[in-house]
């Protein structure tokens, strides 16, 4: 999330004075998404498959108060299209929410990987 004119730079320069560790932006996200596709790897490996990516139905239906209530364009009638987008857009296969070998390599995560068998 970017506030105020904050970029990613910014952040690395911020990361940098902090800790000595220089990183430009563009490292910065690659860091992030090593992160989170290894989160999503050790919770395949416990047991987490795409249905524990649902959301409540509660979320999916019309708000019952606020600026939105009762309105129906507010209904998500197609999560698992909204699902499918998400998880090739990560590089995750579509029916199971497991990162695909090209998206493991392209981030350097195979040995790493290794570890959590």
């Known amino acids: 999330m970017m506030y105020a004119g904050v970029t990613l730079n910014h952040w690395s320069e911020l990361l940098a004075g902090l800790t000595g ?14 992160v989170n596709n290894l989160q999503r790897i050790f ?3 416990e047991g987490f498959s795409r249905e524990n990516d649902y959301l409540p139905k ?9 600026d939105y209530q009762n309105q129906p364009k507010c209904v998500i009638t197609d999560f698992d299209a909204m699902l ?9 296969e579509t029916s199971t929410g497991i990162p695909t070998p090209c998206k493991i390599e392209e981030l350097g995560l195979s040995e790493e990987i290794d570890h959590f068998s």
């Open 21 to 34: 560790w220089e990183i430009t932006g563009k490292e910065l996200l690659m860091v992030g998404e090593r």
């Open 43 to 45: 919770n395949i490996r």
């Open 84 to 92: 499918d987008e998400y998880y090739e857009t990560r590089g995750w």
């Open 58 to 66: 509660r979320v999916m239906a019309i708000p019952q108060f606020g």
